[in-house]
């Protein structure tokens, strides 16, 4: 009321001793009664305590509410948001003639805003207005949003050669426990593996036939057996044990002619591993030993290291002739 009053005034040039009765001619009622008797009182009284009376008498006691609102309102999402609220319940205020001062209102809006928001806008005060301490806490608000998206760091530029190798695909770790299987096939389920053991007459039969030991394929050096087997090789001493006494008879060197064509493959000549040679680690009194299995030759071969080390013992034989 008290605003446009002011503005009337001021439209119409109504001097300031004009003004209450200039104001009491729109009283009707109640406020034209209570006019009579207050100015009967106070003849001549000034605008402005005239209007404090006013207030005094017909203002709505509810007005101590708004008030009560406007102190306890609390910024909870943006500036903006908040001042129109704020802004809302001012324009209750006023609404019921009521006019606050700008250093109250200022001091409730301030006090309403979040507390990273307002402890920058006190380092300004005091402020010129109200709009001032607005516009400050909207520009600490948007320096806030703009620290929490800070730009990537430019990354650092180097020389990048292109890697043709491939990595192998990431292998996947799984965390779950996974308990050991602890259960044993029963031997009762396993068959015996069947052992072919040829006798050495069986052996020179093949030899004669020109037959596979193992097949009844004709046998050649690029012959390969089709059916996978396991191979066990067992030496037969004939003419007995080796004789371990020495005797200081001298030995002569005895020629026998012996009917049965011997063979030996180069590669067990020369210790060196073909495409029918087969190489074994074997184990003599707890040292290893290396044996070579040659599938071309009729007899074996012994190092005299090897022999020495495991205690065979050695005599001389007939002189053998021998086909490479």
């Known amino acids: ?25 729109h009283f009707e009622k109640k406020a034209e009664a209570w006019f009579k008797s207050f100015y ?59 006019r606050l001062k700008d250093e109250f209102l200022i001091a409730s809006f301030v006090s309403g805003l979040k507390r990273e928001i307002k402890h920058d806008v006190k380092k300004f005060n005091p402020w010129p207005d109200l709009k001032t301490a607005i516009q400050i806490a909207r520009l600490q608000e948007a320096s806030l949003e703009a620290k929490k998206y800070k730009p990537w760091p430019a990354k650092r530029q180097t020389n990048y050669y292109p890697n043709t190798y491939q ?10 426990y ?7 096939p029963s031997r009762k389920n396993i068959e015996p593996i069947p052992i072919k053991k040829l ?16 097949c009844n394929e004709t046998y050649t050096f690029v012959h390969q057996y089709a059916k996978k087997q396991f191979y066990m090789l ?28 011997i063979t030996f493959s180069h590669h067990a000549l020369t210790w060196s591993m073909g495409m029918q040679a ?5 184990k003599v009194k707890n040292g290893e030993i290396t044996i070579l299995v040659d599938s071309g030759s009729t007899h074996n071969f012994l190092d005299p290291e090897t022999a020495k080390f495991a205690g065979v013992n050695v005599k001389n034989i007939y002189i053998l002739w021998v086909t490479v």
């Not at 009321?1 to 001619?25: G, Y």
């Not at 039969?205 to 030991?213: A, I, Q, T």
């Not at 087969?278 to 074997?282: E, N």
Request: hydrophobic share 30%; with cysteine; charged share 35%.
């Open 234 to 261: 067992c030496g037969e001493e004939e003419g007995g044990e080796f004789e371990n006494e020495e005797t200081d008879e001298p030995k002569e060197e005895a020629v026998v002619e012996n009917d049965e064509e």
């Open 40 to 98: 009967a009182l106070r003849e001549g009284v000034g605008w402005n305590e005239f209007t404090e009376a006013l207030l005094e008498r017909f203002v709505d006691v509810g007005h101590e509410d708004i008030v009560g609102e406007l102190y306890r309102l609390r910024q909870n999402i943006t500036v903006a948001e908040y001042q129109e609220r704020f802004e809302e319940i001012q324009r209750r205020l006023l609404a019921k003639n009521l």
């Open 1 to 25: 009321m008290d605003r446009k009053c002011e503005r009337f005034f001021l439209i119409h040039h109504v001097p300031s001793d004009q003004k209450v009765l200039m104001a009491s001619i």
């Open 167 to 176: 990595n192998p695909p990431p292998h996947k770790i799984n965390n779950q």
């Open 178 to 184: 996974i308990p050991p299987d602890l259960t044993y």
């Open 199 to 214: 006798t050495p007459i069986e052996m020179k039969v093949r030899r004669d036939k020109g037959l596979c030991y193992n």
């Open 278 to 282: 087969i190489q074994l680690r074997g």
